[in-house]
């Protein structure tokens, strides 16, 4: 039998082959909107490359693509994992990273013919970015958190998540075969983006993630009164887009004045958008997130008394649906302790903040002991063509990642097992 | 020969035929936005009415109908009419009432074999909403104001008003053929609804017009920074709708404080307009009315400066294209008294008020002594599916066009001749 090597400092990542890995899918179309052509032809990508690292690969009921190495002991795997599908006009980064990341991590174990005593486990989670059916599809049906409600949820082509989930190879009859109970994963990883600009102010490459902020979705509709642009004279109008903008106005004060710590109007829709008539109706979309619950269902009260405001003071009639609310999630101390550890380790500086964006890490968390990485993205910039984060700063996240791997797999006294 | 009769009150408006006119227009197609398969229907239709009243009917280079009565002296013919393209979702009288109501005065006309002095013309104009390609594309082109450069500008799309044109059986290489010269056309009547509340207010059926608004048509860009709506913190943004919502306000105020009489943002799109993206790019139209062309420069110049100071404030960059200056056009005095006696011969109360919104009959203004003829808008409501004007209205409006007309024909003192 061949010698197995335990030391984890012979193993490490090959910066150049990890850009490849990251350039690979990330030009696999500019845009990769979950269940599209674009996300399909990805996600086959993705499945070769698995297979090419000799991985036992599966495509679990959600659409979830997932590769296994086993590992030397009858543990639980160590999990890890991001997502490839994107935002409209996303970056090359988002989600990318902490999949080429991952998969790197597995080829240079097995470069180094290194065999850890848990498996491994890297996850492709689906639908991530949720711009149609609501985000986080994957890694919710993982927990056993996706209805079947969810499931009838229709995109705008009218199509349902089901019959979405078959394109991508799920099965969403059988959906509840995707669950993981709490205990059968030992530890969760994923390595992301910042999409802040945090990190690049501090100077620190790395950042440990305390906890994932959670997130409101609300949906507003305005009926004003169409009509002739100039006949209606001004106090006489019911202009549903002159309502919505003292609304979007009244969302970044609520957010600025102390609120929960950021809340976007990011659609908007004019009806019937005209040049010449008086906007009859205007639907939008509110998002607000933090990492106390309670600030945001405060913030989503006050926004709603503001429309109610607005609505008497215009006559422009406000209807709200709240649409989702997903829950703030703290990681694991153990895993935040051990990608200190690793940064310590390597001598590399790092920075604990809380993570503004959604992670698939934050439906793992609920399952199992979770942690995130982040590296720093240019400028902030992120869901956005200019999306940017630098060669040595990916490598460096790559690395932190692979380590911390090692070190849960070594259970450094943590009993993951 | 058959003797001529000539006394005008012989000759008169079947309200029901009106009605049933009216509807038969309005019925084909809910929408007619001008060139559209709707558009040509309802243009083929009203040829058909034309011709079965006996007229010569004629389609311009730029697609206005045209229909011909002749008269018993060789003179510059009496022309009236309106049009039947329509805005997005809009209403039944809009235009309509206008080509309907001057069928039924040629019907009334024939009916009592009644021949006039100078031939009658009825005009449908082509494009009057400029839903694509800018208002009063037909009346355009027959004073000679459509531009090559207007003939080259592109729909949603990315058809030439050229071809637009072809598509109604104009020819653009021969627009110039549309052209009527001052003199060519004895005087020009538009009844129309008023399409405000005006009228309903003072309690007059009959509004005379004095003179009609001109427009300003602005498209304002609005260039932010497409960002993650989770990890960009609220000082670091710069959200295109959020510095739109401000200057949609600006908009506001400019006509409430003393600015032009009216001011509308009626059309803006967000880009990307996902969820969780900062919206990196805003257009929006602006559209600025009044009888005073002054009024309307310094809120344009007002408006120009609210941007730049927002643009300062949010770092959003703001672009103003100015698109086009319509100016505002007097009413004939001689065809506003001609109107006045109609009123008080009929022994009709009338009111004389300005015209909010654009009209065919402000082109033919700058060819012919003009006139409009106003009906009430039951609550003031136009552009718009809710959109009513009470029969009775209707038929009073079409009865004082044909005693217009008669009274024109019959040059009482006005030296039309």
């Given at each position: 039998?061949?010698?197995?090597?335990?030391?984890?400092?012979?193993?490490?990542?090959?910066?150049g082959?990890?850009?490849?890995?990251?350039?690979?899918?990330?030009?696999?179309?500019?845009?990769?909107?979950?269940?599209?052509?674009?996300?399909?032809?990805?996600?086959?990508?993705?499945?070769?490359?698995?297979?090419?690292?000799?991985?036992?690969?599966?495509?679990d009921?959600?659409?979830?693509?997932?590769?296994?190495?086993?590992?030397?002991?009858?543990?639980?795997?160590?999990?890890?994992?991001?997502?490839?599908?994107?935002?409209?006009?996303?970056?090359?980064?988002?989600?990318?990273?902490?999949?080429?990341?991952?998969?790197?991590?597995?080829?240079?174990?097995?470069?180094?013919?290194?065999?850890?005593?848990?498996?491994?486990?890297?996850?492709?989670?689906?639908?991530?970015?949720?711009?149609?059916?609501?985000?986080?599809?994957g890694?919710?049906?993982?927990?056993?958190?996706?209805?079947?409600?969810?499931?009838?949820?229709?995109?705008?082509?009218?199509?349902?998540?089901?019959?979405a989930?078959?394109?991508?190879?799920?099965n969403?009859?059988?959906?509840?075969?995707?669950?993981?109970?709490?205990?059968?994963?030992?530890?969760?990883?994923?390595?992301?983006?910042?999409?802040?600009?945090?990190?690049?102010?501090?100077?620190?490459p790395?950042?440990?993630?305390?906890?994932?902020?959670?997130?409101?979705?609300?949906?507003?509709?305005?009926?004003?009164?169409?009509?002739?642009?100039?006949?209606?004279?001004?106090?006489?109008?019911?202009?549903?887009?002159?309502?919505?903008?003292?609304?979007?106005?009244?969302?970044?004060?609520?957010?600025?004045?102390?609120?929960?710590?950021?809340?976007?109007?990011?659609?908007?829709a004019?009806?019937p958008?005209?040049?010449?008539?008086?906007?009859?109706?205007?639907?939008?979309t509110?998002?607000?997130?933090?990492?106390?619950?309670?600030?945001?269902?405060?913030?989503?009260?006050?926004?709603?008394?503001?429309?109610?405001q607005?609505?008497?003071?215009?006559?422009?009639?406000?209807?709200?649906?709240?649409?989702?609310?997903?829950?703030?999630?703290?990681?694991?101390?153990?895993?935040?302790?051990?990608?200190?550890?690793?940064?310590?380790?390597?001598?590399?500086?790092?920075?604990r903040?809380?993570?503004?964006?959604?992670?698939?890490?934050?439906?793992?968390?609920?399952?199992?002991?979770?942690?995130?990485?982040?590296v720093?993205?240019?400028?902030?910039?992120?869901?956005?063509?200019?999306?940017?984060?630098?060669?040595?700063h990916?490598?460096?996240?790559?690395?932190?990642?692979?380590?911390t791997?090692?070190?849960?797999?070594?259970?450094?006294g943590?009993?993951?097992?």
């Amino acid at each position: 039998m061949k010698p197995l090597r335990q030391v984890s400092q012979s193993v490490s990542i090959d910066s150049g082959q990890l850009q490849c890995r990251i350039d690979a899918i990330a030009s696999l179309g500019g845009t990769r909107l979950a269940y599209t052509p674009a996300d399909v032809e990805a996600r086959s990508s993705v499945l070769e490359m698995m297979r090419q690292l000799g991985l036992k690969t599966a495509v679990d009921a959600v659409g979830n693509l997932i590769g296994c190495r086993p590992g030397r002991l009858s543990l639980a795997p160590i999990a890890f994992g991001s997502h490839i599908d994107t935002v409209r006009s996303g970056g090359r980064y988002d989600g990318v990273l902490g999949v080429a990341a991952g998969l790197e991590c597995l080829a240079s174990l097995a470069a180094a013919d290194y065999v850890s005593r848990h498996p491994l486990e890297i996850i492709v989670f689906a639908n991530e970015e949720g711009q149609n059916f609501g985000a986080l599809c994957g890694s919710r049906a993982m927990i056993g958190a996706l209805s079947p409600e969810d499931l009838l949820r229709v995109d705008e082509t009218g199509r349902t998540l089901a019959e979405a989930i078959k394109v991508v190879g799920g099965n969403p009859r059988q959906i509840n075969s995707a669950i993981r109970q709490p205990g059968e994963m030992a530890a969760f990883l994923e390595l992301h983006i910042e999409q802040g600009a945090v990190l690049e102010s501090v100077g620190a490459p790395i950042g440990v993630v305390e906890g994932i902020s959670g997130i409101s979705y609300t949906e507003v509709k305005l009926s004003g009164m169409a009509n002739h642009s100039g006949t209606t004279v001004m106090d006489l109008r019911k202009d549903a887009l002159v309502a919505a903008a003292q609304f979007v106005m009244a969302v970044q004060e609520a957010a600025r004045q102390g609120g929960c710590r950021v809340a976007t109007v990011g659609r908007l829709a004019v009806h019937p958008n005209s040049v010449n008539i008086i906007p009859g109706e205007v639907l939008l979309t509110v998002e607000l997130r933090d990492v106390d619950r309670n600030k945001i269902l405060e913030t989503r009260r006050y926004l709603r008394d503001c429309g109610r405001q607005i609505s008497e003071r215009t006559g422009v009639g406000f209807e709200f649906t709240e649409r989702e609310l997903i829950d703030p999630v703290p990681c694991s101390a153990e895993v935040q302790q051990a990608i200190i550890n690793s940064c310590e380790g390597m001598g590399v500086r790092y920075h604990r903040l809380p993570s503004g964006a959604g992670h698939d890490a934050q439906m793992m968390g609920k399952i199992a002991p979770m942690g995130m990485i982040f590296v720093p993205s240019a400028g902030g910039v992120s869901h956005s063509p200019e999306e940017f984060t630098a060669r040595e700063h990916c490598a460096l996240g790559a690395e932190v990642l692979l380590q911390t791997i090692l070190r849960l797999d070594r259970d450094e006294g943590r009993g993951l097992e």
